[in-house]
C-alpha cells in the first residue's frame, strides 16, 4: 500500500510540472531520513515550508530527540514526563527554551503572578567543545519562609562535591603562567545551558548567555570562575512608575541579571580541571541580591511574558553584558551626582541657618 501512495504522488508530481518534489516521497521516508537529522531550528523551519511538512513536523519524538540531543539532562524520566504535558510536548519545551530571553513588555507584566506551587526545576548541562562535561536535574521548593526571605540563590553542587573533567591546562600557558591566554580559552570553548522550568504552568526559559561574558582567578582561593548572565532589558518607553518587583515602594529597576556563577580548581597542578561551584542568582541594577519572592516574580514573568529571540552571534551575551554594566555604571554616577548635591544643599542651608541665626543675636 505504502508502495502505490509513493508511486501515485510521484507521477501526479511529474504530470503537474515534470520535476519530482519532496511531496512525491513517503511520509516515512521524509520523517526518519530528513527530519530526523536536522537539529531545532532547522526543523522549525521545515515546518513553516508548506503544510504537509508542517504535519510531520509535529511529531513529538522528532522534538523528544531533538532536545535531548542538545539537552541531555532533559532525558531524566521526572523531565521527560514533565515535558510532555506542556501544550506541545517538546516542541514548546523547545520554543521555551532554546532562544535567548530579551525583555518583558510592561503590559505582559503581572506583579501579581502566582508563585509556583510545586516549586522550580533546574536542567543544566555544561559543555567543553562540544563535548559534555556536566549534567544535573536540580529541584527547589519555593514555598517556605526561608526561601522567599532569604536571597536567592540555587547551587547545583553538594559543598564538598566536586565532578572531574577532561580539560587540561595547555603546556605553553602552563608553563609560561599565562592566565590571560588560559581564561580566554575557557571562555571561548565552554558553554553552559540553564533551563529554569516551572511545572504548575508549564513554562521553561533559559537563563544562561551560553558562553562566559567575563572569567577571573579568585584572589584568594586561586579558583577560575566564570559567569554566565542573561540580561533582562525593560521597556524604556513605560513610566517610572511602573514596578517590575513586589513591593509597591520598591524602586523600579529597568534591567536586571540572571547571574551564573561556575567556580573550577586543580589546573594549576597540571591536573584535570574540575567544577566545584555552579550557582545563579538575581540581582537588580543596584547590585542588590534579590530574594526569593522577589526572584520568582521576576523569573516568572520572564517565563510567562519573556520576548524571546534568536542569537544572531556567538558574543551576544557578552556585548548585552557589557551594555549592562555600562548602564549600572552610569546610574551609579548619577545616583553619586544627586547625593552629592543634595549633601551641598544641606551645607549650604545649615550654614544660612547657622549665620542668620547669629545675625538675629547680634543686630536685634
Not at 532525558?75 to 525583555?103: C, N, Q, V
Not at 582567578?217 to 533582562?232: K, N, Y
Request: glycine share 6%; charged share 25%.
Amino acid at each position: 500500500m505504502a508502495s502505490s501512495d509513493f508511486k501515485t504522488s510521484q507521477t501526479t508530481a511529474v504530470d503537474h510540472g515534470g520535476e519530482v518534489t519532496i511531496s512525491a516521497l513517503h511520509p516515512d521516508i521524509i520523517r526518519a531520513n530528513i527530519l530526523a537529522r536536522l537539529d531545532g531550528p532547522a526543523l522549525a523551519s521545515a515546518a513553516c515550508a508548506s503544510s504537509s511538512l508542517h504535519a510531520l513536523s509535529a511529531d513529538e519524538s522528532l522534538w523528544r530527540d531533538v532536545c535531548t540531543s542538545m539537552w541531555p539532562s532533559v532525558a531524566h524520566p521526572r523531565l521527560r514526563h514533565l515535558i510532555s504535558t506542556f501544550p506541545s510536548g517538546h516542541r514548546s519545551f523547545f520554543s521555551d527554551s532554546f532562544p535567548i530571553l530579551d525583555r518583558v513588555p510592561p503590559h505582559e507584566f503581572n506583579p501579581n503572578r502566582p508563585s509556583p506551587s510545586s516549586g522550580l526545576i533546574s536542567a543544566v548541562d555544561i559543555y567543553y567543545q562540544g563535548k559534555l562535561v556536566l549534567s544535573r536535574v536540580q529541584e527547589t521548593e519555593t514555598v517556605s519562609k526561608w526561601f522567599l526571605c532569604s536571597p536567592f540563590l540555587v547551587d547545583l553542587l553538594d559543598p564538598k562535591d566536586s565532578v572531574p573533567t577532561q580539560i587540561r591546562r595547555a603546556a605553553d600557558t602552563a608553563a609560561g603562567n599565562d592566565d590571560g591566554e588560559w581564561l580566554k580559552h575557557l571562555e571561548e570553548n565552554l558553554t553552559l545551558s540553564w533551563i529554569l522550568i516551572d511545572p504548575t504552568r508549564k513554562r521553561a526559559a533559559n537563563l544562561s548567555s551560553r558562553r562566559p561574558v567575563s572569567a577571573w582567578r579568585h584572589w584568594l582561593t586561586g579558583e577560575i570562575q566564570l559567569r554566565f548572565a542573561s540580561v533582562m532589558v525593560g521597556d524604556g518607553s513605560c513610566s517610572s512608575s511602573r514596578r517590575w518587583l513586589w513591593s509597591a515602594a520598591a524602586a523600579a529597576p529597568e534591567m536586571y541579571q540572571c547571574g551564573i556563577v561556575v567556580t573550577c580548581g586543580g589546573d594549576k597542578e597540571g591536573g584535570e580541571l574540575h567544577v566545584r561551584e555552579v550557582g545563579i542568582h538575581v540581582e537588580d541594577m543596584e547590585g542588590k541580591h534579590l530574594n526569593g519572592k522577589e526572584s520568582l516574580l521576576v523569573l516568572g514573568n520572564a517565563m510567562d511574558g519573556g520576548v524571546r529571540r534568536k542569537a544572531r552571534r556567538c558574543t551576544d551575551g557578552r556585548e548585552r553584558y557589557d551594555a549592562y554594566l555600562e548602564l549600572r555604571r552610569e546610574r551609579r554616577e548619577r545616583k553619586q551626582r544627586r547625593e552629592s548635591a543634595l549633601d551641598f544643599a544641606c551645607i549650604v542651608t545649615g550654614v544660612s541657618i547657622f549665620v542668620l541665626f547669629w545675625s538675629l543675636l547680634l543686630f536685634r
